[in-house]
């Protein structure tokens, strides 16, 4: 988007309604806000219609922040309780039909490429577990195996929240959900190795507890995707009501399940390494100089 | 301020950007000999498209595998096979979402497979073009012609256009665009046509210049906004309709579902104009008429030579549209025929029920006859079916050796 987008028309100044004036004076586009200015600046995302306390909301805030350049930024998304807050941001986000929000993000990222050459437009899929690892697997799978230059991220509640707390392939084994009624009889779906298996070229797993991380990722992800391939982050995002999480207490479940199951993770592949070093100058990734071996 | 045109400027293939009225009725044409499918690739090489995504099923892999090859040769911009028809309807509305113009085609099974994006295409306000060379859906599987899925598509909110022989469907892919694409209806278009009858014969077609090509997709140009964050950073959805259990929720989806069909009315005008009329018509005086729509038509028209040679009169009426469906012009057209004769590709005679509901003293409608799974339909079955209307005996088919 030209910034220019982002100003009044001369003299439509105090006609503009105040949401739209502080989203134009005080809003994140051509700006390089943090998570740690939280509170200091109009954001992308604020009212949503989520249960109080859900932690996928926290989530979904924080990477709208980390988005690298909100003003080129179309999120793609399906059913589920996330596209509830999503499609509330001021940003564009698109809804297909439940689980082929990969499919949709493949269409999308190329029509845009097509139409805007190399000026970056970064396509984000935020969909939840049932839409990705079950309904929306094969087309998640394909886009990754064609390498689709977008970001797919999971919002990992573990149940499918939206519909009332059914079993997913991303529940633990042993949980009694609905359709489970004798507790899940497979393991979680690894998803990380298939995406690893696929071709991703950047792999994360997080929990919201940490927005610095949560920040980390979702750039380097977006970024990556932009030229290099496809890129998954895959976040626990508790359902505090289908698993009876106390409001107070849902941090402290992220915890505990970061300790358990969801340990931070990161893999980025030597050719995304290269270009982050390259491109955006990330220090951890420029090659090391070679120590030099004397042999005597 | 005028949009600067593009108009009389020249695409990376050296091809004339024109305008559409003047390539389509101006423009010399050069009789071709094709088969359907590389009449679809003719007209694609001349649509200015942006995106092709394809998956084989019979009877239209071989069209959609010629368009791969013009993607080669750098008249498309992206084209690939995606993974399933559903997976291929999701991409073709991603890539329309973005503002690109977008084709495809599916067959039988794909479109079922697809369907659950077709009503999406039309809510989401798509011009995308899906062709549909139908062919049966039924268990055992079958490839034959068999036009069922058009009853299911005829709900959807796209338009849905049957194409009877090549010459239309050239003319109709190209046309399809200029309507689908027009802001006031700015819809999906099903184009139609009886698989391997018009996909795997070869007919003369009149072709447009090589050198002449569509004028590219304004995405601007839709009345919704194009998903490429070229917009005012506006919160589009305060409150997601879909959490909302009350009248403006219900107002809001019932206000939309109506002006997804206002805007297939409003089609009309552009799709008179372009297809010159919604329906033919030939000696629309009889008493007695065959009123149908794709090949249907041009076995009708056999009938018709046969039962001239015995001296019994019959009219044709040939449904171009079927979405917008025709209604006044069909009960202008039949209001003074005694017998209406609707021959089908299909098993459940969707197009005898449509025009039921459209005529008065629907009783002068005779459901048949209906063949289907792949069955062709020999001229002399519709002579019979004529006959047994009027009273006259013939000698039954099943007694010829
Ligand atoms: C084709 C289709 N099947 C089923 C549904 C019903 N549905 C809506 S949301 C949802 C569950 C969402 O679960 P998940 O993807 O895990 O996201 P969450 O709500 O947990 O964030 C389902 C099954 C639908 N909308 N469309
Ligand atoms: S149902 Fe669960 S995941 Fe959905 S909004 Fe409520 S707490 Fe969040």
New interface residues.
């Given amino acids: 988007m030209s910034l220019d987008y982002v100003k009044f028309t001369p003299g439509f100044e105090q006609f503009m309604p105040k949401e739209y004036r502080d989203m134009v004076e005080h809003g994140p586009f051509g700006k390089k806000t943090t998570v740690s200015q939280m509170g200091s600046f109009k954001e992308i995302l604020e009212e949503h219609p989520m249960c109080a306390g859900c932690a996928m909301t926290l989530f979904i805030r924080l990477a709208i922040i980390a988005f690298p350049n909100p003003e080129d930024t179309i999120t793609v998304g399906t059913a589920g309780c996330g596209r509830l807050a999503i499609s509330q941001a001021a940003i564009p986000f698109v809804y297909g039909n439940y689980g082929d929000q990969n499919g949709v993000a493949s269409g999308l990222s190329r029509g845009l490429r097509l139409r805007f050459g190399d000026k970056p437009k970064d396509v984000v899929v935020i969909a939840g577990d049932g839409g990705t690892a079950d309904i929306g697997f094969q087309q998640v799978l394909h886009s990754w195996f064609r390498k689709e230059r977008f970001t797919t991220i999971m919002l990992d509640n573990e149940v499918y929240g939206n519909t009332g707390g059914q079993e997913s392939g991303m529940t633990t084994r042993g949980a009694v959900l609905k359709m489970a009624p004798l507790g899940k009889k497979f393991e979680k779906m690894d998803m990380v190795t298939m995406a690893k298996v696929a071709g991703c070229s950047y792999i994360a797993t997080v929990v919201p507890n940490n927005p610095r991380r949560v920040e980390s990722v979702i750039k380097k992800a977006v970024l990556i995707a932009r030229d290099i391939g496809p890129t998954y982050i895959q976040a626990y995002t508790s359902c505090n009501i289908e698993y009876a999480i106390p409001t107070d207490k849902v941090m402290e479940d992220a915890k505990t399940v970061e300790d358990d199951r969801y340990k931070f993770t990161e893999y980025v592949s030597d050719e995304a390494k290269a270009y982050l070093a390259e491109r955006y100058g990330y220090k951890e990734f420029v090659p090391k100089a070679p120590v030099a071996v004397t042999t005597a | 301020m005028e949009p600067i045109s593009v108009i009389g400027t020249k695409n990376k293939k050296g091809q004339v950007f024109t305008d559409p009225r003047v390539m389509m009725r101006d423009a010399p044409r050069t009789p071709s000999f094709y088969t359907g499918s590389e009449v679809i690739k003719e007209a694609i090489r001349r649509a200015s498209i942006?995106?092709m995504?394809a998956y084989p099923i019979t009877p239209q892999s071989e069209a959609a595998a010629l368009i791969g090859e013009l993607f080669a040769e750098g008249y498309i911009?992206?084209y690939?096979r995606?993974?399933?028809e559903?997976?291929?309807m999701?991409?073709?509305?991603?890539?329309?979402?973005?503002?690109?113009r977008?084709f495809t085609t599916t067959a039988g099974p794909g479109t079922m497979r697809a369907m659950?994006?077709f009503p999406?295409w039309a809510g989401?306000r798509l011009p995308i073009q899906c062709i549909v060379t139908c062919r049966g859906i039924n268990s055992p599987l079958s490839i034959q012609p068999d036009t069922i899925e058009i009853s299911y598509l005829m709900q959807t909110g796209m338009l849905v256009w049957h194409a009877e022989t090549a010459q239309d469907f050239y003319d109709w892919i190209l046309m399809g665009y200029m309507v689908s694409e027009e802001p006031e209806v700015h819809l999906p278009l099903a184009l139609c046509c009886d698989g391997f009858f018009v996909t795997h014969t070869k007919d003369v077609v009149d072709l447009t210049p090589t050198d002449m090509c569509l004028p590219p997709y304004d995405p601007y140009r839709s009345p919704v906004?194009c998903?490429?964050?070229?917009?005012?950073?506006?919160?589009?959805?305060?409150?997601?309709f879909?959490?909302k259990s009350n009248y403006i929720s219900y107002a809001t989806h019932a206000s939309w579902q109506q002006e997804v069909w206002a805007a297939a009315e409003r089609s009309r005008k552009h799709t008179i104009a372009w297809l010159n009329g919604l329906i033919e018509t030939e000696n629309s005086d009889a008493d007695i008429l065959i009123v149908t729509s794709g090949t249907a038509v041009s076995q009708g028209r056999e009938a018709i030579r046969l039962l001239a040679d015995e001296g019994i009169r019959v009219g044709l009426v040939k449904i171009k549209t079927l979405r917008p469906w025709p209604e006044e012009e069909i009960r202008e057209a039949t209001k003074h025929a005694t017998h209406i004769i609707v021959p089908e590709f299909n098993v459940i005679g969707w197009m005898a029920k449509e025009i039921k509901a459209t005529i008065p003293r629907s009783e002068r409608v005779v459901a048949g006859p209906r063949v289907c799974g792949g069955m062709t339909m020999p001229p002399e079955i519709i002579v019979e079916e004529i006959k047994r209307a009027l009273g006259i005996r013939s000698t039954t088919l099943a007694a010829r050796g």
């Fill in positions: 942006d995106v995504i911009g992206d690939f995606g993974e399933s559903f997976a291929v999701s991409q073709c509305a991603g890539a329309a979402f973005g503002g690109a977008v659950e994006n999406m989401a906004p998903m490429d964050m070229e917009c005012p950073p506006v919160r589009m959805m305060r409150d997601p879909i959490m």
